[in-house]
């Protein structure tokens, strides 16, 4: 069974930087895509930026393109998300997901696609 543990969140004043981390076990990932996903309060939750695990193309939304950056640790089956120049629009519970099919990211991903999320972890920016 797929699980998924995020940490990293806090509280950051305007222009600083977080590093989510996302460890991830109990499934096969070579064909699985991997999400980061926000949701502040009273939205809906909004897809952040995503790759399929054995590509090297990573798909970003574009409100962070440019500031944030996806990477990953293939041994151990953990993502991250490095957050810079951060702005308090960035305020939100942030999750990590898996799409247990590869799917090219042509279109933005949608987050009833995926399948397994992790529990949260909440980022304030500060202004």
């Known amino acids: 069974q797929v699980q998924l543990v995020e940490s990293g969140g806090g509280l950051v004043q305007a222009g600083g930087s977080l590093r989510l981390s996302c460890a991830a076990s109990g499934g096969t990932f070579n064909n699985y895509q991997m999400g980061w996903f926000r949701q502040a309060p009273g939205k809906e939750r909004e897809f952040v930026g995503a790759f399929n695990w054995g590509s090297s193309l990573t798909y970003y939304a574009g409100s962070v393109k440019g500031r944030f950056t996806i990477s990953r640790d293939n041994a151990e089956n953990t993502v991250y998300l490095q957050m810079n120049s951060l702005k308090p629009e960035d305020t939100a519970i942030y999750y990590c997901?898996?799409?247990?099919?590869?799917?090219?990211?042509?279109?933005?991903?949608?987050?009833?696609?995926?399948?397994?999320w992790g529990q949260g972890t909440q980022v304030t920016v500060s202004s």
């Open positions: 997901a898996v799409r247990r099919t590869l799917r090219p990211l042509t279109n933005t991903p949608k987050a009833t696609e995926y399948d397994h």
